[in-house]
């Protein structure tokens, strides 16, 4: 009988052991920062960096319990994003976790823009009790609601498209719902993925000076991309630029207006067609091999902004703001504000000169680090 009661009780001593190491676990997650717009750069880079979370939750800092989420929401006077996630998960969600909650750039919206709280759907407790009371199936893959602390839902059910667009989109339904307004670097985020999901088309334009170009042509809508070159003699620049948003017709004429279109260099008949209809048959080119200009972005690479990690068409945005004399810091991120503080503090750091980075996240990851190293 002894032994018995002294297996017993291993057992239980055992399982209470585990149990209290899954919950600080559980807890760690939402208590190790309080993430927000002024969360010092070296939180977010360790976090972002040596976070505890699952990969199903990517690099959120959520908390785990709902009815803290609502209490926080009031506080705070904000609303709530809940995550409905399997944990340990199938594919469909570590890959969410992987591609859409650990883009730099959607942690930061989700984190300064509401209290985000996580339920995992194939766990018992408080888990299981939110799950039920809001009608969410178990061992489901990720589902994304955007609500009030009174349950009122801002933007649709997120379920089935897995996608950043999708969730960016939900996003700034959500905001637009709630007469909040969305930060310009989450709209240029939105303007870029859905460009990037279609279509995209290429012009090149040549002007007196391509400096000058590039800051005019990428302050224009549907514009994602610039970089300026030398093509047949000419001073160019190419973009990417998206046709649901601004046809090869308005983009020529407003290149023209802004006196950056002295020439045109066409891919195809079809372009050549649209430019001598526009322009009175002005000087037109076939497209020939183009040679990329060693100082892209030239505003912002004479500032300390070329250190920052940024997307192609914010960094285009950015380029044009300081050429017209405008602050660029509206177009930043909270943690992009922090990094560049960071960086102006400290320039010495060895940092990697990012204005024609095409990678956005591997260059954040390097940023992190060096701002990591720094603090060890």
């Given amino acids: ?169 939900r996003i700034l339904r959500a905001l637009k719902e709630s007469n909040e307004t969305a930060p310009p670097y989450l709209e240029l985020l939105a303007q870029e993925l859905r460009a990037k999901s279609s279509n995209i088309e290429e012009a090149t334009f040549a002007m007196h000076c391509f400096w000058e170009g590039e800051a005019k042509l990428g302050n224009i809508e549907g514009v994602i991309s610039t970089k300026p070159g030398f093509m047949n003699g000419h001073e160019v620049v190419e973009i990417l630029y998206d046709p649901e948003v601004t046809s090869y017709a308005e983009l020529i004429s407003k290149a023209n207006a802004e006196k950056v279109a002295n020439h045109v260099f066409v891919k195809d008949n079809k372009q050549k067609d649209v430019v001598e209809k526009i322009t009175a048959g002005s000087s037109i080119s076939e497209k020939s091999t183009f040679r990329a200009d060693d100082d892209p972005k030239h505003y912002l690479a004479h500032t300390f902004l070329k250190y920052v990690p940024m997307t192609q068409l914010q960094s285009a945005r950015v380029n044009a703001a300081i050429a017209q004399g405008k602050s660029p810091e509206q177009l930043l991120s909270p943690s992009q504000l922090q990094l560049l503080e960071f960086i102006k503090k400290h320039p010495d750091l060895n940092w990697p000169n990012v204005v024609d980075s095409s990678d956005y996240v591997t260059a954040w990851n390097t940023s992190m680090t060096i701002v990591s190293n720094y603090y060890k």
């Fill in 1 to 169: 009988m002894k032994i018995f009661f002294t297996i017993t009780f291993i057992i239980l001593c055992t399982f209470s052991t585990i149990r209290l190491a899954v919950n600080a676990r559980d807890n760690s997650i939402s208590n190790e920062i309080d993430m927000g717009s002024t969360t010092p750069i070296n939180q977010i880079a360790n976090f972002y960096l040596n976070g505890t979370n699952p990969v199903e939750l990517g690099k959120v800092n959520w908390l785990r319990n709902f009815d803290e989420a609502v209490k926080r929401a009031k506080k705070l006077n904000k609303t709530i994003l809940v995550l409905f996630q399997e944990v340990p998960g199938c594919s469909t969600s570590s890959g969410y976790g992987r591609e859409v909650l650990s883009h730099p750039l959607i942690v930061d919206a989700i984190q300064s823009l509401f209290v985000p709280v996580a339920i995992y759907n194939n766990h018992g407790g408080d888990d299981y009790k939110t799950l039920r009371s809001f009608g969410e199936p178990s061992w489901n893959n990720p589902v994304v609601r955007i609500i009030t602390p009174e349950r009122n839902e801002l933007a649709p059910r997120l379920s089935g498209d897995y996608s950043q667009l999708k969730l960016v989109n």
